[in-house]
């Protein structure tokens, strides 16, 4: 194996780590941060090392990578966490785990005793989790100040920064062996960069010599259709007018199998051509690479908290994610990056530094953990954070987390919202199980929650799949035109008839994949519930399903319970929507929805939804038929609310005048009925 740049510091690394509590490490992408720190620290005798990923491909990869240096099995001495996934045993040393799963774990141990050194890495990718571990790390180092070491690594981060925040700790730089790389850009902005890039991919496996191309494309959709253009075009080539070209995806949905042929180098005379999103910017790193096409943009998402909706926007990438990408190119000899915009745009438009995560998320899941943390000496109202969220979105999280009871009106948490705390699902849906266990309709909102964790790797996106779905879909029972959870439901349903039949899924054009992972969550969340309800479960949680009504009443009720801040109203004359939040709102219901139009031709009057999306225009995604009474009293509870009393037990001082803005009222005078009938 090629020695890593990182491998000849690390007598300075071990000597700088023994000295101080918190050591940043920064080193260029492909230096053996993510693989080799660890096993250094290993070799000199340190307990059990946690190392964090902020995303799920790069902790399994990375995992599988030490386990095959080290000669050990997967799981045993090395192994990984993420979410619904664990592949530890009590013999790890070295876990790889995403920050999410390590935010989880310090819940329910929040010195994390367990280990003796605690890595974050890709700390540049500025997660919302990873910056909540930062804040967490500061107070801990203070705590366990004898036996915890922890090392900040990135890429690209200011370290100076991040320096200051942990008490002016040492940084240590590892120079990486970067070559030239030759940057070249277009005049003008393409009309299309999927024809661009295909364009350019070609000119370079015509005329340069060997090396592997990396291309920079958004999304998945974009790179399946680039990889099926680019297969077409090289197989067209005259045979032996050039090299062989082997064309290979990469994204975070691809099946671990097929992730890690991007790490075998390519037979003799043949060169590969990778199509990435911006995961192999700097979370995986493809050796051989010597020309980069980079298209400047990026699909990220973004949340508004004054709206409550969240856009999956194509945004431009900044200055650094555009080194970041060139430098892929030089990592074994001088290579060349192609950008596919002209210098003026990346000059004057890209933003110096991505905006980080925390800026750009909803809060709520973050907030609601923060506040069920056991920690007596942590004033969550100065809770440090790197960069602070603003005012707005920590509001709107307090608003969120009061309407589903997670806490009191002074912004306490509730007995409930310790509870959902633990669930590892967003508030909305943790509070949704936790009233389906009251209703009895545990059973079936085990199945939607699990169903709406995996959904988007349920269904293959291709025609031939799809004409298969919707003959299934067609012969579901009544109800499934209340709404998509329902869909989804009455889906794994069937599919449980068949005993988990793998044929039936394929036959019905549904990802094996997707759904044996949502049988698997499923059977953890119900063993999570387990645990937390002290009280009695829905005893059918676990077993088989009872006869119950065709309208789902139950668990209409307990999603609307659960999304009460994601409720919308039929507006009086067409079919649009407007929601019942503090920002109310004209939207659609997604053309993707089952929701059916009822006997006078018309869309309920009350619906809840899992999200909403702007693309561009406000469409409600996953939606669901709810009754009027009961969203009546969460209205009346939206009223009560104030946000000034809310904040005073909140993270943060909120300086600004409290929102005084409620929702409009249903048009019509309904008494709210009582929902023991419900039950
Ligand atoms: P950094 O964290 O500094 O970006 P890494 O430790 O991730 O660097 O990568 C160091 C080297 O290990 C790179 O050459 C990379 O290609 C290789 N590598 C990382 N993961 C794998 C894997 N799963 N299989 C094969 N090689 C890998």
Not at 377 to 391: A, T, V, W
Not at 572 to 584: D, K, P, V
């Amino acid at each position: 194996m090629v020695s890593l740049p990182i491998v000849q510091y690390e007598e300075k690394i071990i000597e700088t780590v023994e000295r101080n509590p918190v050591v940043v490490v920064i080193g260029e992408t492909g230096s053996g941060k993510s693989t080799q720190l660890s096993q250094m620290l290993h070799r000199r005798g340190y307990g059990k090392i946690a190392i964090t990923q902020p995303r799920r491909v790069a902790a399994v990869s990375v995992a599988r990578r030490v386990a095959h240096e080290l000669g050990v099995q997967l799981g045993e001495e090395v192994g990984y966490a993420i979410r619904f996934e664990d592949r530890t045993s009590h013999s790890t040393r070295i876990k790889y785990l995403t920050d999410g799963v390590l935010l989880r774990e310090s819940l329910a141990n929040p010195e994390l005793n367990e280990y003796s050194v605690i890595i974050l890495d890709e700390a540049h990718e500025r997660s919302l989790n990873t910056d909540i571990l930062m804040g967490l790390m500061r107070r801990l180092v203070n705590i366990r100040s004898s036996d915890l070491k922890v090392l900040i690594t990135s890429a690209t981060l200011d370290g100076e920064k991040v320096s200051k925040f942990f008490a002016d700790c040492p940084v240590l730089n590892v120079p990486g062996k970067l070559y030239p790389v030759e940057v070249l850009y277009s005049r003008e902005r393409p009309s299309s960069y999927l024809e661009s890039s295909l364009k350019t991919a070609l000119d370079i496996h015509i005329r340069e010599p060997e090396g592997d191309i990396l291309i920079f494309m958004t999304g998945q959709d974009d790179i399946e259709k680039l990889v099926s253009k680019l297969e077409d075009k090289v197989r067209a080539l005259e045979e032996g007018s050039c090299m062989d070209a082997i064309i290979l995806p990469l994204h975070g949905s691809l099946p671990p199998e097929l992730q890690v042929r991007v790490f075998s180098p390519p037979p003799p005379n043949c060169r590969r051509i990778i199509v990435a999103t911006n995961i192999a910017e700097t979370s995986l790193t493809v050796d051989g690479v010597v020309y980069v096409i980079d298209s400047g943009y990026v699909k990220q998402r973004q949340y508004n908290p004054s709206s409550g909706m969240y856009s999956l926007d194509v945004v431009q990438i900044s200055k650094v994610q555009a080194n970041q990408r060139a430098g892929r190119a030089g990592r074994t000899r001088p290579g060349k990056c192609y950008r596919l915009y002209p210098s003026r745009i990346y000059n004057d438009e890209f933003l110096d530094v991505t905006v980080p995560e925390i800026q750009r998320s909803s809060l709520a899941g973050s907030v609601l953990y923060l506040k069920s943390l056991d920690l007596p000496d942590i004033d969550i109202l100065k809770f440090d954070f790197l960069d602070p969220p603003s005012s707005e979105s920590l509001q709107d999280a307090l608003k969120q987390l009061f309407l589903i009871d997670a806490i009191d009106e002074n912004g306490a948490i509730t007995s409930i919202g310790q509870k959902m705390a633990e669930l590892p699902l967003e508030p909305s849906l943790a509070k949704t199980l936790m009233e389906a266990n009251n209703y009895g309709c545990l059973y079936e909102a085990l199945t939607v929650a699990a169903m709406l964790s995996a959904e988007t790797t349920l269904l293959p996106g291709q025609r031939k799949t799809e004409k298969k779905r919707k003959h299934t879909i067609s012969n579901l029972p009544d109800g499934s035109g209340l709404g998509d959870h329902i869909q989804l439901l009455q889906i794994y349903e069937c599919w449980d008839q068949t005993d988990f039949d793998i044929g039936w899924c394929k036959d019905n054009g549904l990802q094996v994949r997707g759904m044996l992972f949502v049988r698997d969550v499923r059977k953890q969340l119900s063993q999570i519930m387990q645990k937390i309800s002290k009280g009695p479960l829905d005893v059918r949680a676990n077993g088989k399903r009872e006869e119950f009504r065709q309208d789902y009443r139950n668990l209409r009720k307990a999603l609307c319970m659960g999304y009460a801040n994601q409720l919308a109203e039929r507006k009086m004359h067409h079919n649009g929507y407007r929601t019942l939040g503090f920002q109310a709102q004209v939207v659609q219901v997604h053309p993707s929805s089952v929701l059916s139009l009822d006997d006078l031709g018309k869309f309920p009057d009350y619906v809840v939804y899992h999200e909403l999306i702007a693309t561009p225009r406000p469409y409600m995604r996953n939606v669901c038929a709810v009754e009027m009474r009961w969203v009546i009293p969460i209205i009346n509870k939206l009223k009560s609310l104030d946000v000034y009393k809310l904040s005073s037990g909140g993270v943060h001082h909120v300086e600004e005048e409290p929102e005084k803005k409620l929702p409009d009222f249903p048009k019509k005078d309904v008494e709210v009925a009582s929902t023991a009938d419900d039950r």
